[in-house]
């Protein structure tokens, strides 16, 4: 059973565009949400996360927008650039000491000159 | 700086033949992780250390073992590589202490060929 559900599965936007990628979870036990990005033959690297005690954490270019009522949450990629093209994965955890993290499907996003 | 390192980042290896993957870390975080990742998909977890404590994902083939000699180190192997086995294997690592800053940081990862 997929705990993280990640949409969509490749999203083609032009550069100065948005990018938009939705991920829901089911376990209400999860506090914690972390977006991975990763570019090919690299390891994940941690870009965003998000707790949900608030409805919105912005880094710049990069916004989580969490809704803890629906358990979803989304990434928003303002003025999409051509190097922001990579993999995107959503992920899910309990922060417990272990914090097995549950990832979402991954969306490839191609950003176009 | 900190960082998880991963060596060999490129792996050949025969069907058969036993081979290991080595992984770093100068976080001196307590939690380190295995996992395998095939083209397309999520990372999937093996398993994952905690301290000294061993912990196996339920649906993690016996083929794949593990060791953690100490804090940095932590080690793969893969007793007798098939042709699905081929995969880049990313090591990780966390605090281990619940809450806040218990996120887990990855290495660049090993790219497993088996011909």
């Known amino acids: 059973q997929q705990q993280v559900k990640q949409s969509p599965q490749s999203l083609i936007v032009q550069k100065g565009g948005i990018s938009i990628i939705n991920c829901a979870y089911e376990n209400t036990a999860f506090d914690y949400f972390p977006w991975y990005q990763q570019f090919p033959g690299k390891g994940p690297a941690l870009l965003i996360a998000i707790r949900p005690d608030v409805s919105e954490k912005k880094e710049g270019r990069f916004t989580i927008s969490f809704n803890k009522s629906a358990k979803q949450f989304s990434l928003h990629i303002m003025d999409s650039q051509p190097g922001d093209s990579a993999t995107y994965f959503c992920?899910?955890?309990?922060?417990?000491?272990?914090?097995?993290?549950?990832f979402g499907t991954g969306t490839r996003l191609t950003v176009i000159p | 700086d900190a960082m998880v390192i991963q060596n060999p980042r490129y792996q050949v290896t025969q069907f058969g033949k036993p081979v290991t993957l080595s992984c770093s870390q100068t976080?001196?975080?307590?939690?380190m992780y295995w996992y395998q990742q095939k083209s397309s998909q999520a990372p999937k977890l093996l398993f994952h250390y905690y301290d000294k404590d061993f912990n196996n994902e339920a649906d993690t083939p016996d083929n794949f073992q593990s060791r953690r000699p100490n804090t940095s180190f932590c080690f793969l192997d893969i007793r007798s590589p098939g042709l699905g086995d081929a995969a880049m294997y990313l090591c990780a690592t966390s605090r281990g202490s619940p809450g806040v800053g218990n996120e887990q940081f990855f290495g660049p990862g090993t790219r497993l060929t088996v011909l």
């Open positions: 992920a899910a955890s309990d922060l417990t000491g272990a914090n097995n993290l549950f």
């Open positions: 976080l001196n975080h307590n939690v």
